[in-house]
């Protein structure tokens, strides 16, 4: 047991500190290369490459590389966009992106792997249930990873703060700020001065330096565990080729239900994409600097995992249902509280209370649609979490694609109308379930799928 965790350990303070970089240089994207949209162009195409990768890197890196080498490699993926970030141009930030967006998929892939074969293999020497061990290891493992949304963060906050040409800024400048956006360039126009290029160049390093770490953390102390090659390679024999999963992922679109579902699933996608690529930039940057965006997302974040703990051991008492309509109340509260609102650097405490109330939402669309189909597509669910991955990575891929097209309450608008039109094919999916099944009463569970955001992590 002591091997196989300190291998669980060492995967989850790898993940970590990858995640760590990640997750705050995604959250500044939007503020720090707003011009021309360059920002949130990467993100679009990182999250379209990752769709692309989903479908058939994964079971060919793992049958050549083993687990231990895939998520070394996929994991430099992560660095080359840290990278790209230092002279970020349409030359280095979009292919960097390309590169990310290929490596996530493997790098989840090969983590879900090597977890669940350690826990098998452990639990067969012990005598003891699989599954068992295989949840307690998922669970040290989210444990730690969840936190990497604060760490990055408050880095980046901290390193911003650092900053001594802060600018006051103008009722007129405010005016830019908000849902009513001037659709320019919102550092610029608030008159707020951006961060200096030594301050920004120090934490690049310190996101490169943390990705870097990960990599050395998995080369050096992760054990390629006895049977890894054999069990992956066996697990490949069994896996369907590139094109019969790729089918599948299509064939399963027959089932009404799962068709039904594509709204809930893409509008995962977009919420998360409104936050990290519009509220970030428009609202916080805007009209209190790109230093506390950072602050603003660990707030996010740790009501996110918080939420995403509770969420999962009331809903076998509340039912799905309760949780989604709280999740759709306080979602719709939101945006149109965000249409109405005027930001202005006096009222800080409301810069706060959006993303706290967004990671409450988020937690139940992640835990509860995961759950949804964990249950309704037990029996494929192979096909099932393909088409969850693809739909939302799309909502993602659409959400930062018109992030520049449009103003900031047309955004809210379509938002708006996704969630309501998600809630209603929803409902379709409860009645059928409820009509194939009378007198069944409908639970759910939370399940550990480890595929990446929580691909909003990604």
């Known amino acids: 047991m002591e091997r196989n965790l300190k291998n669980v350990l060492v995967i989850s303070f790898g993940f970590l500190l990858l995640f760590t970089a990640y997750g705050g240089l995604q959250s500044l994207q939007s503020s720090l290369h707003s011009e021309e949209g360059l920002g949130v162009a990467s993100l679009s195409v990182l999250y379209a490459a990752l769709i692309l990768s989903s479908m ?199 089932d009404k239900r799962q068709c039904l579902l594509i709204p809930l699933t893409m509008y995962s996608g977009f919420e998360q994409g409104f936050l990290s690529g519009d509220y970030t930039k428009t609202y916080v940057t805007c009209a209190l600097g790109i230093h506390y965006v950072g602050y603003v997302m660990i707030c996010f974040s740790a009501v996110n995992s918080l939420c995403s703990l509770l969420f999962g051991k009331i809903s076998q008492f509340t039912g799905r249902k309760l949780l989604f309509a709280l999740a759709t109340v306080t979602n719709a509260a939101c945006i149109i509280a965000l249409l109405l609102w005027k930001p202005h650097p006096k009222q800080l405490a409301v810069f706060f209370v959006f993303p706290a109330l967004w990671g409450l939402s988020d937690a139940i669309w992640q835990t509860q649609t995961n759950g949804l189909y964990g249950i309704l597509f037990e029996k494929h669910k192979e096909a099932g979490f393909a088409n969850y991955r693809l739909w939302e990575s799309l909502g993602f891929v659409i959400a930062f694609g018109y992030s520049t097209r449009l103003q900031v309450y047309i955004k809210l608008y379509i938002l708006l109308s996704v969630l309501v039109l998600s809630m209603v094919t929803y409902g379709a999916v409860e009645y059928l379930e409820a009509k194939s099944s009378p007198g069944t009463p409908t639970t759910t569970k939370k399940e550990n799928v480890g595929s990446p955001t929580q691909e909003t992590h990604m």
């Open 56 to 254: 058939f890197l994964p079971p060919i890196l793992i049958k050549k590389l083993g687990c231990k080498w895939t998520i070394a490699g996929s994991m430099c993926c992560y660095i080359a966009f840290s990278l790209g970030n230092f002279y970020a141009s349409w030359y280095t930030l979009i292919p960097t992106s390309v590169i990310l967006g290929l490596g996530g998929a493997p790098l989840w892939s090969a983590k879900c792997t090597y977890l669940t074969t350690a826990g098998n293999s452990y639990a067969e020497k012990a005598g003891k249930n699989g599954k068992d061990i295989i949840n307690q290891y998922f669970g040290v493992f989210f444990l730690i990873f969840q936190s990497s949304g604060i760490w990055g963060n408050l880095i980046s906050s901290l390193i911003f703060s650092q900053a001594s040409n802060k600018v006051e800024i103008s009722e007129e400048n405010l005016a830019c700020c908000g849902a009513y956006d001037c659709m320019t360039d919102t550092t610029n126009t608030t008159g707020l001065a951006e961060p200096s290029n030594s301050l920004i160049y120090t934490l690049l390093g310190i996101y490169t330096a943390s990705g870097v770490l990960a990599v050395l953390l998995i080369v050096i102390f992760l054990d390629q565990i006895k049977s890894d090659q054999a069990e992956t390679e066996k697990e490949i024999l069994e896996t369907p080729s590139f094109w019969s999963t790729f089918l599948a992922t299509f064939q399963h679109l027959k």
